[in-house]
C-alpha cells in the first residue's frame, strides 16, 4: 500500500521560512518522480515543484528563487524548503508522486501552510 504522509505545516510571518517533509512507503522511492502540489482556499489546485528520480528539479515560477525541493532515498523522503514566505502562499501543501511509466498517481494528506502576521 502506498502512503505519502506530509509534515512540518504550521504558521509563519511573511519573510519566513518552512521546510515541509513527505515519507513515502510502500514504493520504491529512488525510481519515483515527487512533486509538490498546494491548494488556497477557493482556488484550483496548482503544482508548486518537482524532482525527478535523477534528482532534477523544476519549479512554478511563483516560487522560483524561494523554494527548493530536495530528496533523500536513503529515508524515502521528499522535502520542500521555503524561504521568503508570502501570505499568497497560504494553502494546504501536497505531496505527489506518478507510479513511472503509468498515469496512476498517489497524494498524501495534505499539510496547512499559514503566512500570516
Known amino acids: 500500500q502506498v502512503q505519502l504522509v506530509e509534515s512540518g505545516g504550521g504558521l509563519v510571518q511573511p519573510g519566513g521560512s518552512l521546510r515541509l517533509s513527505c515519507a513515502a512507503s510502500?514504493?520504491?522511492?529512488?525510481?519515483?518522480?515527487m512533486g509538490w502540489y498546494r491548494q488556497a482556499p477557493g482556488k484550483q489546485r496548482e503544482w508548486v515543484a518537482g524532482i525527478t528520480n535523477g534528482g532534477s528539479t523544476n519549479y512554478a515560477d511563483s516560487v522560483k528563487g524561494r523554494f527548493t525541493i530536495s530528496r533523500d532515498n536513503a529515508k524515502n523522503t521528499v522535502y520542500l524548503q521555503m524561504t521568503s514566505l508570502k501570505p499568497e502562499d497560504t494553502a494546504i501543501y501536497y505531496c505527489?508522486?506518478?507510479?513511472?511509466?503509468?498515469?496512476?498517481?498517489?497524494w498524501g494528506q495534505g499539510t496547512q501552510v499559514t503566512v500570516s502576521s
Open positions: 505527489y508522486t506518478r507510479m513511472p511509466t503509468t498515469t496512476i498517481d498517489y
Open positions: 510502500g514504493i520504491i522511492f529512488s525510481i519515483y518522480p
